[in-house]
């Protein structure tokens, strides 16, 4: 059986913890960023973890076991 190859566009989005958690960047953050109003401050600079529903998906992408 070959093996398992990792699937490159995920593993440029996600990072494996030492915990063995998942973490990934928020959405909106690239792009019309003035058009926000200043009062408005969003904390989507800060990483999050992936939610549970879709971690073993992005695991098998990563070829993480």
């Keep these: 059986m070959p093996k398992m190859k990792t699937?490159?566009?995920?593993a440029g989005r996600f990072e494996v913890t030492k915990k063995g958690k998942l973490k990934r960047r928020r959405s909106g953050h690239n792009h019309i960023l003035e058009k926000k109003s200043s009062k408005r401050k969003r904390r989507l600079n800060t990483e999050t973890t992936i939610h549970a529903n879709d971690q073993k998906r992005v695991m098998r992408l990563l070829g993480v076991k």
Excluded: E, I, Q, S
């Excluded at 699937?7 to 995920?10: D, L, P, S």
């Design 7 to 10: 699937h490159k566009g995920a």
